[in-house]
């Protein structure tokens, strides 16, 4: 497939952060959902929901789908990865939410991924609007 027949548009790609997605090998896992991954020769540190770091394994190649967060009210900024290129998407809407940051957006994805895929949008488009 040529790179001008993939499924996202121009408009969307442009939207898009400078870390796309990362594939590395876990060499670290914490309880708190950070991981660290080797990529190369550098060992890269990314936040992730709770549950989806747990269930990685040591040594285990993955792919995650990233957000590289700049925030001026934390000192640094913070790469955060999803297995699934949709919740990666929702974190992103949430977090262009006023007054919604990387940990309340990490807490209401948590909770919006478990409602089942055909109703999923309905209930991301009300919360949004809620928190507008």
Same mark, same amino acid.
């Given at each position: +497939? *040529? ?9 969307? +790609?442009?939207? *898009?952060?400078?870390? /796309?997605?990362?594939? #590395? ?7 708190? #959902? ?10 890269? /540190?990314?936040? +992730? ?13 993955? *792919? ?5 967060? $700049? ?9 955060? #990865? ?7 998407? $929702? ?8 007054? $919604? #940051? ?17 109703? *999923? ?12």
């Amino acid at each position: +497939m *040529r790179c001008a027949e993939d499924s996202l548009s121009r408009d969307r +790609m442009e939207k *898009r952060e400078m870390l /796309a997605f990362i594939e #590395g090998r876990v060499v670290e896992c914490t309880g708190d #959902g950070r991981t660290v991954l080797k990529v190369g020769d550098m060992g890269i /540190a990314v936040e +992730m929901l709770r549950r989806e770091a747990q269930a990685l394994e040591l040594d285990e190649e993955v *792919r995650l789908h990233t957000v590289l967060h $700049i925030s001026t009210q934390e000192p640094k900024p913070t790469l955060y #990865g999803f297995l699934q290129s949709d919740e990666r998407d $929702i974190f992103e809407l949430l977090l262009r939410s006023h007054g $919604i #940051g990387p940990r309340v957006a990490m807490t209401l994805l948590l909770s919006l991924i478990h409602i089942s895929e055909p109703t *999923r949008p309905l209930y991301i488009s009300y919360a949004v609007f809620c928190l507008k």
